[in-house]
C-alpha cells in the first residue's frame, strides 16, 4: 500500500518540484496488531500513539490516541459509537470523530442495494461486543 501510495505521489510532488514544498511527504509504515486493546503504534520522544479496535463495516479500523507534552488527541475515523473509544478517550483535549448521518440512503444510491439491506449490515454488532 505505502509503495502504491508513493507512486501515486509522484506527480504531485513533481508538480512542487519548482517550489519546494518541504518535508512532510515521507512515508513510515508501523504495522501493527489492529486487534489490540490499547496497544501502543509510537513511543518515541515524548510521543505516545496508542490504539484500539473501531465497530466498522468490517475487522481492521482503529481509533488512535496522540499524547504529548500534557495534551492529547483522538482520532476516531468513522463508525459507531463503541465503548472502547469511551475509555480511551476519556480527559483528551481534542477529539475528532466522522460520521455519516444517513448512511443506509447513501449506501442504497452508490451500491445500488435497498435501504433495507443496508441497514440490517449496518445494525449487526461488531465483532468486539460493543455497539
Known amino acids: 500500500m505505502a ?3 508513493r507512486k501515486m505521489l509522484r506527480w504531485h510532488l513533481e508538480e512542487f518540484d519548482t517550489c519546494p ?3 512532510g511527504y515521507e512515508i513510515e509504515v508501523n504495522e501493527f496488531d489492529y486487534r ?4 501502543i503504534t509510537r513511543d518515541q520522544g515524548g510521543v ?3 490504539h484500539w479496535p473501531r465497530s466498522h463495516g468490517k475487522d481492521g479500523a482503529s481509533a488512535y490516541r496522540l499524547d504529548w507534552n500534557g495534551l492529547s488527541s483522538v482520532w476516531t475515523g468513522d463508525g459507531r459509537p463503541d465503548e472502547l473509544t469511551v475509555k480511551y478517550a476519556q480527559g483528551a483535549d481534542v477529539f475528532v470523530t466522522e460520521v455519516q448521518s444517513d448512511i443506509a440512503a447513501l449506501m442504497s444510491a452508490k451500491m445500488g442495494l435497498p435501504p433495507t439491506h443496508v441497514k440490517s449490515i ?3 454488532p461488531c465483532h468486539y461486543g460493543r455497539a
Do not use: A, Q
Request: proline fraction near 0%.
Open 36 to 39: 489490540d486493546e490499547n496497544g
Open 21 to 23: 514544498i518541504g518535508d
Open 3 to 5: 509503495d502504491n501510495m
Open 48 to 50: 505516545t500513539v496508542r
Open 122 to 124: 449496518w445494525s449487526r
